[in-house]
């Protein structure tokens, strides 16, 4: 008699054979950890799970996640996310990256991701730095920040400090029009995998902004630990212009749910569309249209 009881999956489930390659202590471990907790806590099948990236630390995610993964070039990663998802609705797709991965080659591509409402997860692991080519500054990086000099034998980028003004991502993506958007802190991993899990769970476009110190080239950790602070119980995560004006004026990194909202995903409405034009299943439309050019 077959079984019908169901696996439940752990962390040590979503871990591949592969060791991560990041710097001891940087931030990044403790958001994969988080990832894996919130796929474990989900039960998700990983062979229904596939990860996305583009180029950078944080891009090497995809490598060391039991799951399938995609290692995209510079900048690309929510675009393959979104046709990912958009051939295959019932996987769940999360995209990963960089500061400057995300916001600067591929920021281009943010507002259309948030626009369409593609149902996929996108965690910026934001470290205000270019971390995997030695310490540029990056779309987020503080004006008057100083790059650290490695060693002895490469230059300090922008000895002089930074003088440009800082990306606030956050605020970007909400006026976008994100229906879900939310900062986590990766000194707390617990909140971070909680975060994570409800933007799997939000059907629709979900926003991570991982705050995740690179100790290498950047370290930002005895900062963060005194500047992060929860978003104020009286914050109403419905209404969008409370959530831009709390991104626009925080003093702090606030860490939780900016805005969380419900409207159609991108793959719902393209199905209605199929429904009320009786057009054959997704599968067979496809190979039709493909027919056409045999």
């Known amino acids: 008699m077959e079984s019908t009881l169901e696996i439940q999956r752990t962390v040590k489930d979503y871990r591949s054979d592969q060791k991560p390659t990041w710097c001891p202590g940087c931030g990044d471990f403790a958001v994969l950890n988080a990832l894996y907790k919130a796929m474990a806590t989900r039960n998700l099948d990983p062979k229904d799970v596939v990860v996305v990236s583009g180029i950078g630390c944080s891009s090497r995610l995809p490598e060391f996640v039991a799951t399938y993964g995609l290692h995209v070039v510079h900048g690309r990663a929510l675009p393959t996310a979104m046709g990912v998802k958009t051939a295959n609705p019932e996987l769940t797709v999360i995209a990963v990256g960089g500061d400057g991965d995300g916001f600067a080659i591929g920021g281009g591509h943010v507002p259309h991701a948030v626009r369409r409402n593609v149902d996929i997860t996108y965690i910026v692991m934001d470290n205000e730095v270019y971390g995997l080519t030695k310490g540029q500054p990056s779309p987020t990086t503080p004006a008057g920040m100083q790059a650290v000099q490695h060693s002895s034998s490469m230059p300090k980028m922008a000895p002089w400090g930074i003088v440009e003004t800082p990306l606030n991502m956050m605020a970007m993506v909400l006026t976008y029009g994100a229906a879900f958007a939310a900062r986590g802190f990766s000194g707390k991993p617990n909140e971070m995998a909680e975060l994570i899990g409800l933007g799997i769970d939000h059907r629709g476009f979900s926003f991570i902004q991982a705050m995740s110190p690179c100790v290498t080239f950047y370290d930002t950790y005895a900062d963060w630990k005194t500047l992060v602070a929860p978003i104020p119980e009286s914050h109403d995560a419905a209404d969008r212009f409370a959530a831009i004006q709390l991104a626009l004026t925080e003093k702090v990194f606030h ?28 599968k067979t439309a496809i190979a039709s249209i493909l027919d056409g050019f045999a």
């Open 255 to 282: 860490c939780g749910i900016f805005v969380d909202q419900t409207r159609p995903a991108l793959h719902e409405l393209t199905q209605n569309i199929v429904d009320r034009n009786l057009i054959p299943d997704r």
